[in-house]
C-alpha cells in the first residue's frame, strides 16, 4: 500500500471486511453480486439469530446460485483494484472529435431545411380556435 491511493468506495469494502472478519474471496463474491459494504455486518449470524448461517456460508451459497460455479475466478487485492481502476485512465486515448465545415451565413442549417415553413404568423390559430376569433 505504500504510495498508493485507495479510493473511497474501496476503504468502506476494507472497513466492511475487517468488521466482518472476512477473506478476500468473499469479499470479491460481495461485490461481484452487488452487496452494499454497509449490509454486510447486518447479514451475518447473531447469537440470537440460530436460522441463519455464517456469512462467508451465505456468500458462498448465493454467489454459486447466481453465477452457477463457487468462487470468483480471479480473486484480487484493494491494492490490485485500484491500480486497475488508474490504469484505463492513464492508457486512454485523446478522441478525435468529428470536424464539420464551417457555416456561412446564407446557408440554412441542417435542421431548419428540413422543415416547413409555416403559413401564417400565428401557429395556434386553427388548433385552438376552430370556429373563428370567438374566445
Known amino acids: 500500500m505504500a ?19 472476512l477473506s478476500q474471496k468473499h469479499i470479491c463474491m ?9 449490509s454486510l455486518a447486518s447479514m451475518g449470524a447473531n447469537p440470537h439469530e440460530l436460522w441463519k448461517s455464517p456469512l462467508p456460508d451465505y456468500l458462498e ?7 452457477k460455479r463457487s468462487a470468483p475466478a480471479v ?9 486497475a481502476r488508474k490504469k484505463p485512465k492513464a492508457e486512454e486515448k485523446p478522441k478525435v472529435q ?7 451565413e446564407g446557408e440554412p442549417s441542417a435542421v431548419s431545411a428540413d422543415l416547413p415553413e409555416p403559413e401564417t ?5 386553427d388548433e385552438m380556435y376552430p370556429f373563428g376569433d370567438e374566445a
Open 30 to 38: 460481495a461485490m461481484e453480486l452487488g452487496i452494499n459494504p454497509r
Open 121 to 125: 404568423d400565428d401557429p395556434f390559430q
Open 98 to 104: 468529428a470536424t464539420q465545415p464551417p457555416k456561412t
Open 61 to 67: 451459497e448465493l454467489y454459486e446460485k447466481r453465477f
Open 75 to 83: 480473486v484480487r487485492s484493494f491494492e490490485q483494484m485500484s491500480q
Open 3 to 21: 504510495g498508493s491511493q485507495i479510493p473511497q468506495d474501496l476503504k468502506k469494502w476494507i472497513d466492511a471486511k475487517k468488521k466482518s472478519r
